[in-house]
């Protein structure tokens, strides 16, 4: 005979997208008629609080490697430029893992952002470039490439989450242009964070391209 019991931790995973949906509404409440809200912070925040539950988790059941954090830094970018475009008042949509043409083997940027059938930029994020610190750029202007064969006018982004292991963008002219590292040769579980390349400036430039599109 089984004993019933109350499973805490799957009772926390079905109430997780449940939370995600009221910290939206809860911002967007908030900060309705404020300008002031600090995105970058807010990001570097919820990276935290996963990483250090990641690494808490890979000590408790003796892990070697904790759970990646790719989608999760996708899903908060996405997050939060959602939340951006509510604010503004952009009526865009903000996509992720969407194809970029109808067509098979067609681009699917991490972060895609349309207004209507147009697309307008699209985001790519990862992490931190410890693997590819030495060629970054050729790839980057690989996807650069097949982008602007898709669409002549529709921009592309990187974000790195933190320079930490590959040294970061140093003198690049298109830091805060184009390129974005958020933290300064720190992980996200640091208890003194560093911002290196704010988000703000990448979603001011999302907001000037759909006004630019829009008029």
């Known amino acids: 005979?089984?004993?019933?019991?109350?499973?805490?931790?799957?009772?926390?995973?079905?109430?997780?997208?449940?939370?995600?949906?009221?910290?939206?509404?809860?911002?967007?409440?908030?900060?309705?008629?404020?300008?002031?809200?600090?995105?970058?912070?807010?990001?570097?925040?919820?990276?935290?609080?996963?990483?250090?539950?990641?690494?808490?988790?890979?000590i408790f059941l003796g892990k070697q490697v904790a759970q990646a954090g790719s989608d999760f830094f996708v899903e908060t970018i996405l997050f939060f430029l959602k939340l951006f475009n509510d604010l503004e008042n952009l009526g865009l949509e903000i996509a992720s893992e969407r194809p970029i043409q109808r067509k098979r083997n067609a681009m699917r940027p991490d972060i895609s952002i349309w207004r209507g059938d147009e697309l307008i930029a699209i985001i790519e994020c990862k992490t931190q470039?410890?693997?590819?610190?030495?060629?970054?750029?050729?790839?980057?202007?690989?996807?650069?490439?097949?982008?602007?064969?898709?669409?002549k006018t529709a921009k592309i982004f990187l974000v790195v989450m933190t320079s930490c292991n590959w040294g970061g963008f140093g003198k690049d002219q298109r830091v805060g242009e184009q390129l974005f590292c958020l933290l300064n040769d720190v992980w996200p579980t640091d208890d003194f964070i560093t911002l290196d390349t704010h988000i703000e400036g990448l979603f001011k430039k999302i907001k000037a391209i759909a006004c630019r599109q829009e008029n």
């Open 1 to 58: 005979m089984s004993l019933k019991f109350e499973d805490e931790y799957a009772h926390t995973l079905d109430n997780l997208a449940l939370a995600l949906q009221h910290s939206y509404e809860q911002i967007k409440k908030v900060n309705t008629f404020s300008s002031e809200f600090d995105y970058s912070q807010a990001i570097a925040n919820r990276l935290r609080a996963f990483y250090r539950s990641q690494s808490a988790i890979k």
């Open 129 to 151: 470039l410890g693997w590819h610190r030495h060629n970054w750029y050729e790839l980057f202007q690989e996807r650069e490439q097949k982008l602007t064969e898709v669409s």
